[in-house]
């Protein structure tokens, strides 16, 4: 059996969540799976040493212009010049006229949603990428012969939306995993490194909030800001990733506290490989989104020992389970609340860092991948066999 897999963003350096995924899965497909062959197809880029090729793994580097051509036109026929057997399309998208079986993995579907936290903020380039989503995937779901997501929240979203039975074997559910390179960081010369680079303060929470709006930014920053005023606190700072200065001060301005930008650290982006000394570095890690399909970002951060406070929406309840402390996104004192007692109760903020490491040894990459492979063998025997 051959199995394409497409990575088209794989070699870009400024990697995000669908891009680890696909990554995760490669990485565990070539330790577990030395008798099938793989094509990765891959658009060129800067990081050529994020995917390596070996004995029955193969990686493309196809050209072809913006991504909708890319994925539409060069990636089928490329697939098909490769002799592949099924097609694995690992970003939410897919080309329609693909010949080859196709199985597809549907992180979620909440650009096809008409919810009022899309209406508003994101920027073009995600809004054109939504276009682009609500044109094609409903005749991908169509046509695939696995639909994977990755919650079972997402996987009853996604039936419900399209009319699938919630019995039907077509559409799987399989949770992502966390890396194992996220755990307690007790080297001091590391945590010391990672600080530094990014100009940490000594106390501070982590956010991982950006632009598009179901991260809640406006809300966390109220909540912080609230919190701040209420408390009387001097010395602790928001730590945020890859957001620009002017998209948050206009944000500050919406909330009516320019000033809370003396209180805001922004790194840019951070390589993966520095994230577990942020969240080991922090007080609390804040993921209180509106909307998530799963919620990698929750399990790193419990697997590094520190607390999370999250929503109680979507997939998030189903991913934390009862280890973290949950708030309505929609009420930003919620979150101020929650911030205020995992400051200051001890019993209940080593409470939760127990529970969220016991939480996180349940998700892996190992599990996702070999899940992934029972797919690919049964897709392969209905068609070929």
Same mark, same amino acid.
């Given at each position: ?41 891959? %658009?060129?880029?800067? #990081?050529?040493?994020?995917? /390596?090729? =070996? ?7 196809? =050209? ?32 329609? %006229?693909?010949?080859? &079986?196709?199985? *597809? ?21 995600? /809004? ?43 559409? *799987? ?13 007790? #080297? ?16 501070f929470l982590f956010f991982l909030g950006n632009t598009d709006p179901k991260k809640n930014t ?16 001097e010395n602790l700072y928001l730590v945020m990733l890859d957001y620009e200065r002017s ?28 994230? &577990? ?11 209180? =989104? ?6 990698? &970002? ?28 949950? *708030? ?8 101020? =609340?929650?911030?205020? %007692? ?19 040894? %349940? ?23």
């Amino acid at each position: 059996m051959k199995i394409g897999i497409e990575g088209q963003r794989l070699l870009r350096t400024k990697k995000h969540g669908m891009d680890m995924v696909a990554l995760e899965l490669i990485n565990e497909l070539q330790k577990i799976d030395h008798d099938n062959e793989y094509v990765v197809f891959v %658009k060129p880029d800067e #990081d050529t040493s994020t995917l /390596k090729p =070996s004995s029955n793994f193969k990686i493309v580097e196809l =050209s072809g212009g913006p991504y909708p051509i890319w994925e539409q036109y060069a990636l089928p026929l490329a697939a098909q010049k490769e002799g592949c057997h099924i097609l694995h399309c690992t970003s939410n998208t897919a080309p329609l %006229k693909s010949k080859l &079986p196709l199985i *597809v993995t549907l992180h979620d579907i909440i650009y096809m949603e008409s919810i009022s936290l899309l209406k508003k903020g994101g920027t073009w380039y995600q /809004k054109l990428g939504n276009m682009y989503r609500r044109m094609v995937v409903p005749g991908i779901v169509k046509k695939s012969d696995k639909i994977i997501t990755v919650s079972k929240f997402e996987r009853n979203r996604i039936g419900d939306f399209f009319g699938i039975d919630h019995n039907d074997n077509r559409l *799987v559910a399989i949770y992502n995993g966390v890396s194992e390179h996220f755990k307690p960081v007790t #080297d001091s010369a590391e945590l010391t490194r990672v600080k530094t680079k990014y100009k940490l303060p000594e106390n501070f929470l982590f956010f991982l909030g950006n632009t598009d709006p179901k991260k809640n930014t406006p809300g966390v920053l109220k909540a912080f800001s609230d919190y701040l005023k209420s408390s009387k606190t001097e010395n602790l700072y928001l730590v945020m990733l890859d957001y620009e200065r002017s998209s948050l001060e206009k944000l500050l301005t919406d909330i009516g506290d320019k000033d809370l930008i003396n209180k805001i650290i922004l790194t840019g982006y951070v390589v993966n490989t520095d994230l &577990p000394a942020i969240y080991c570095l922090s007080k609390i890690f804040l993921y209180p =989104s509106l909307r998530e399909s799963f919620g990698i &970002p929750m399990l790193e951060a419990m697997r590094c020992g520190v607390p999370v406070i999250t929503s109680n929406t979507s997939s998030m309840p189903e991913v934390s389970g009862n280890a973290a402390y949950i *708030v309505d996104p929609y009420k930003p004192e919620e979150i101020t =609340s929650g911030i205020e %007692k995992l400051l200051t109760n001890d019993s209940l903020r080593n409470d939760l860092i127990e529970k969220g490491l016991e939480q996180a040894k %349940k998700f892996s990459w190992r599990n996702m991948a070999e899940n992934v492979l029972s797919l690919y063998k049964e897709v392969y025997q209905k068609h070929y066999l």
